[in-house]
């Protein structure tokens, strides 16, 4: 029977945490506890955690932790057909937020494949195309001077707060069509939601944003259509027929989930290691027509996310055999490392050959923002390097990671 | 507008209408054409939009438009061609109406 969007359920999962539960078909020679992304060694230095996994782990191993056991692909070719080949590897549970199974959505478009998942994408794809994102540039470059211009004269800030946070978020809201006064309270909720590790404030905080999305949604179905997001969504269509409320729900949200926490923590990795470096820092000043191939580059040695998968049916990669019901999570920052592709991968080379890279995932599922996210950094970079060319880590301040599904130092306070 | 026939690789042809302005990548995201993956979004990063621009067409869908085109050319699954194109860098226009374009057997 085909899935109804209109009216979803809750798929059947099975659910592995801990070393009691591996099952029989992996071999013990497989199975790695790595603390990815709690442990020590991971917390002490993410972004040379990643590279060392390829000079001590096997290329697909067995992880086993408190937040669950799955299979991780380390190698680019490995995530590279992981991430194209639905058939074996589905998006199927594979959103670590959790849902009320008796009011169930879906996570769109994610957790749809081809050919519904088009349906979904061509609503928003238009106002997130490299061309409409370029319509967006004059309108980021200033907000970014004004973040700049708050601070500039302080000789220093807490960059995470004053620039980090509140740059790709009220872009967001622009882009959905929110008023920028919520950027505090939704700064507020992303930090609940994303850092809190605590499983209580982070059902509160869901039901705050649940309300408030459902408000906007009303608000938008009862405007004509505009240009933000949320408007497009409320007011498309599916197969000829009017989009659903389930289906407005789990496309708006998804767009929150993804679009709140992820620049920022990128924006936040590029910033510490521009102030530990000030010959490159020279060096992106020296060779502003190279902008690009920077910005792809820090995208590439400062990846922030992973990308699970339920595997849909046995399939072998790289000569392990994976069953049906495994998970299986994508380490993008580690495939970014993978000498193969990226031969000496610690280093930061502005004049690699291009490649893919696996910052935005790859497949139908590929990041819906990679543009504007693109475009962030680069805009971020040019005005905050014009303006604020000289700068490094506060003296004494300390560097600390939190275990998450976002990677980013907590707290990046710099002086100048 | 332009007419744009996509011919997939088993001799399957499609033709839509795509807006000018628009890329023969997004004519067929819009029109369910197979063949044609794109899973970058015209962001020239994944080389998953190549098609092979029709002889009679290629003098004016005209070559790569940048040295970015030219490296993802280099990457794509099938093999590259005298006329190969990132179909997201072609932009449709009233010249190009009519324009024909073979897809690849294979994007990845």
């Known amino acids: ?416 | 507008m332009a007419r744009v026939t996509y011919i997939e690789h088993d001799g399957t042809s499609h033709t839509v209408e795509v807006a000018a302005g628009e890329s023969v990548m997004r004519g067929a995201l819009e029109h369910d054409v197979p063949g044609i993956i794109a899973e970058c979004g015209g962001g020239l990063a994944c080389a998953t939009c190549h098609c092979y621009v029709d002889e009679a067409w290629a003098d004016r869908a005209g070559t790569p438009t940048s040295q970015d085109e030219r490296d993802m050319l280099e990457m794509t699954a099938s093999q590259v061609r005298p006329t190969s194109r990132l179909s997201c860098q072609i932009e449709v226009t009233e010249a190009l109406d009519g324009l024909v374009v073979h897809l690849p057997e294979a994007q990845y």
């Open chain 1, 1 to 416: 029977m085909k899935y109804d969007p209109t009216n979803p359920v809750p798929p059947q999962v099975i659910r592995r945490v801990g070393m009691d539960q591996v099952p029989d078909h992996v071999p013990p020679g497989l199975i790695r506890q790595s603390g990815l992304v709690f442990g020590p060694e991971f917390l002490a230095d993410p972004y040379e955690f990643f590279p060392a996994l390829h000079e001590k782990y096997p290329p697909v191993y067995y992880d086993v932790g408190p937040f669950g056991n799955a299979w991780q692909l380390i190698k680019h070719e490995d995530a590279l057909f992981a991430l194209r080949h639905a058939e074996y590897f589905s998006t199927e549970d594979a959103t670590p937020f959790p849902r009320d199974p008796e009011d169930y959505f879906n996570f769109i478009p994610i957790e749809f494949d081809p050919p519904d998942h088009r349906k979904y994408r061509n609503i928003v794809d238009p106002f997130v195309s490299p061309k409409a994102i370029q319509g967006w540039e004059d309108r980021i470059r200033t907000l970014a001077n004004e973040l700049i211009d708050d601070v500039i004269d302080k000789g220093g800030c807490e960059f995470d707060e004053a620039f980090g946070r509140p740059l790709p978020v009220l872009v967001f809201l622009d882009l959905m069509g929110l008023p920028r006064n919520m950027c505090d309270t939704f700064v507020e909720w992303a930090v609940a939601l994303l850092h809190s590790n605590d499983r209580a404030i982070m059902g509160q905080t869901m039901a705050l944003i649940t309300e408030y999305i459902q408000g906007a949604i009303a608000e938008k179905e009862a405007q004509p259509l505009s240009e933000g997001l949320i408007s497009q969504i409320v007011h498309a269509e599916i197969d000829g027929r009017p989009i659903s409320p389930k289906e407005k729900f789990g496309f708006v949200v998804f767009l929150f989930i993804a679009g709140l926490d992820t620049v920022f923590a990128t924006l936040n990795n590029i910033w510490l290691w521009l102030a530990r470096n000030p010959d490159r820092r020279a060096e992106i000043i020296a060779d502003p027509a190279n902008i690009d191939h920077q910005v792809e580059e820090l995208l590439r040695a400062f990846s922030v996310t992973f990308s699970g998968r339920t595997v849909a049916q046995d399939v072998t990669v790289r000569g392990v055999a994976m069953k049906k019901g495994d998970k299986v999570t994508s380490i993008l920052p580690a495939c970014n490392y993978d000498p193969d592709v990226f031969p000496n991968p610690r280093e930061v080379d502005f004049h690699r050959p291009k490649k893919i890279i696996l910052a935005f995932t790859v497949g139908v599922h590929s990041c819906m923002g990679a543009h504007l996210a693109r475009m962030e950094v680069k805009i971020a970079l040019q005005e905050w390097l014009r303006r604020i060319p000289d700068f490094e880590v506060k003296p004494g301040a300390q560097i600390v990671y939190r275990p998450g599904g976002v990677i980013g130092p907590e707290h990046l306070p710099l002086v100048w």
